[in-house]
T-cell receptor
Framework: DTGVSQDPRHKITKRGQNVTFRCDPISEHNRLYWYRQTLGQGPEFLTYFQNEAQLEKSRLLSDRFSAERPKGSFSTLEIQRTEQGDSAMYLC?????????????FGPGTRLLVL | AQSVTQLDSQVPVFEEAPVELRCNYSSSVSVYLFWYVQYPNQGLQLLLKYLSGSTLVKGINGFEAEFNKSQTSFHLRKPSVHISDTAEYFCAVSDGGATNKLIFGTGTLLAVQP
């Protein structure tokens, strides 16, 4: 059983650089979520895709952040001109179609450190 | 707006002792409640969830939680903990709306000591 995978697992970058993260959801899941988790906090919702459509974006997602899911399968999250405040764990989750309260299955996360 | 409060940031407990991790939520609509566990350097794993029906919910690894609507609580319990239960535990709420997004609490570190 293949779960949600994320790549890379760790990323160290210098302030001002661009970074891109990838998420591969469970194959039959059409719902995909991105969350951000900072030290000592719970995950915070960033954005949601249903198939290829981005249906909701949090106010946390500034103009420097962009997410795509071009074919309704994998998704990418790009951060442009990174800042030290972007240092966090970025989590991806997917869930099957239909049904309220569906379980979200989380990937292992990408830990970003901006120097 | 929905919110989740986990008042205990850390709960130390001895192995084989019982434990309760507290969670209170705030919502003006019907909610769906979840407990997730996060082991070091890993993603989140679902322990259990409440959608409707019986207010006592049983999950994996011997955990259970009770939904109390009048007290707006969803406390997590285990009668006897093991060293391997040491992890961060997150309570979350969803309104089951169009996105079904989760709102998480700040987490409780369960530290099981021998």
């Amino acid at each position: 059983d293949t779960g949600v995978s994320q790549d890379p697992r760790h990323k160290i970058t210098k302030r001002g650089q661009n970074v891109t993260f990838r998420c591969d959801p469970i194959s039959e899941h059409n719902r995909l979520y991105w969350y951000r988790q900072t030290l000592g906090q719970g995950p915070e919702f960033l954005t949601y895709f249903q198939n290829e459509a981005q249906l909701e974006k949090s106010r946390l997602l500034s103009d420097r952040f962009s997410a795509e899911r071009p074919k309704g399968s994998f998704s990418t999250l790009e951060i442009q001109r990174t800042e030290q405040g972007d240092s966090a764990m970025y989590l991806c989750a997917s869930s099957p179609p239909a049904g309220v309260g569906e379980t979200q299955y989380f990937g292992p996360g990408t830990r970003l450190l901006v120097l | 707006a929905q919110s989740v409060t986990q008042l205990d940031s850390q709960v130390p407990v001895f192995e084989e002792a019982p434990v309760e991790l507290r969670c209170n939520y705030s919502s003006s609509v019907s909610v769906y409640l979840f407990w997730y566990v996060q082991y070091p350097n890993q993603g989140l794993q679902l322990l259990l969830k409440y959608l409707s029906g019986s207010t006592l919910v049983k999950g994996i690894n011997g955990f259970e939680a009770e939904f109390n609507k009048s007290q707006t609580s969803f406390h997590l319990r285990k009668p006897s903990v093991h060293i391997s239960d040491t992890a961060e535990y997150f309570c979350a709420v969803s309104d089951g709306g169009a996105t079904n997004k989760l709102i998480f609490g700040t987490g409780t570190l369960l530290a099981v000591q021998p």
